[in-house]
C-alpha cells in the first residue's frame, strides 16, 4: 500500500519537505497552531486524530482513555468526520480546552495541512480504512500510535529502530500508556528525528 499524499510535493502545506529535510517540517506546525489561534510552541506535542471517529474506529477506547488524554501536555487536533456521538464529545471539549483542542473540517486538503504539522497520529483500529490513514501519517513523519500491524513496527530505543509506538491488545490502559511512551521519546529531538526519518523512508521507498 502506497500513500495518497506527499508532503515533498504537497502544494497546499507551508512548506515542502522530504526524510532529508524533516527541519522543515516544523514550520507547518507553527503555521497549523496560528491557523487553530494558538500559541505557536514548536516543543508541545501536537497530536492528531486523522480517521474521524466512529465506533468502528475505536471509539469506545478513546472515551476510556479521554480524561487521562487530557492530563497529558499536548495538544489535540481531531478531523472533523464520523459519528454525530464523537461529534458532540469532540465539540464540548473543544469548547472546554479551547487553547489546546480542535476539530477541522474534513476535506483533503485540510487533512494534508493537519498531517504536515502533526507530530503524533492516534489511531484505535486496525480497517482497511485506518491502514491508508496511517500510510499517510507516515509518509508525513507524523509517527503513529496504533494497534500492531504490517506496516508497523513498534519504536526500539536500544537499537534505534522502528517507526511508530504500537499496542497489542485494543485496551484503553495500553494505548495510553503508548502515547506516554511516544510522549516522553518526543522530547529527545534525535531520537524523534530518527523515528520520523524510519517513517517516512519506509514508504518513500
Known amino acids: 500500500m502506497t500513500p495518497q499524499f506527499s508532503p515533498s510535493y504537497d502544494n497546499k502545506i507551508a512548506r515542502k519537505y522530504s526524510s532529508k529535510t524533516l527541519e522543515e517540517k516544523v514550520k507547518n506546525k507553527s503555521v497549523l497552531q496560528e491557523e487553530l489561534g494558538w500559541v505557536q510552541e514548536p516543543k508541545r506535542p501536537l497530536v492528531c486524530i486523522s480517521t474521524g471517529m466512529t465506533d468502528a474506529l475505536g471509539g469506545h477506547l478513546l472515551e476510556k482513555m479521554m480524561e487521562g488524554l487530557m492530563e497529558l501536555p499536548l495538544e489535540l487536533v481531531i478531523r472533523g468526520r464520523g459519528s454525530q456521538k ?120
Open 86 to 205: 464523537y461529534g458532540a464529545l469532540f465539540t464540548d471539549l473543544a469548547k472546554k480546552e479551547k487553547h489546546r483542542v480542535n476539530i477541522v473540517p474534513d476535506d483533503e486538503v485540510t487533512l494534508r495541512k493537519l498531517l504536515a504539522g502533526s507530530d503524533i497520529a492516534l489511531f484505535f483500529a486496525s480497517t482497511k480504512e485506518v491502514r491508508e490513514d496511517i500510510e499517510n501519517a507516515l509518509a508525513y513523519g507524523v509517527i503513529p500510535v496504533a494497534p500492531e500491524q504490517g506496516t508497523l513496527e513498534n519504536y526500539n530505543p536500544i537499537q534505534e529502530a522502528g517507526n511508530s509506538f504500537t499496542y497489542k491488545e485494543h485496551t484503553s490502559w495500553q494505548c495510553f500508556a503508548a502515547l506516554v511512551r511516544a510522549l516522553e521519546t518526543f522530547k529527545f529531538p534525535f531520537d524523534w528525528r530518527t523515528i520520523q526519518r524510519h517513517a517516512m523512508e519506509g514508504v518513500e521507498e
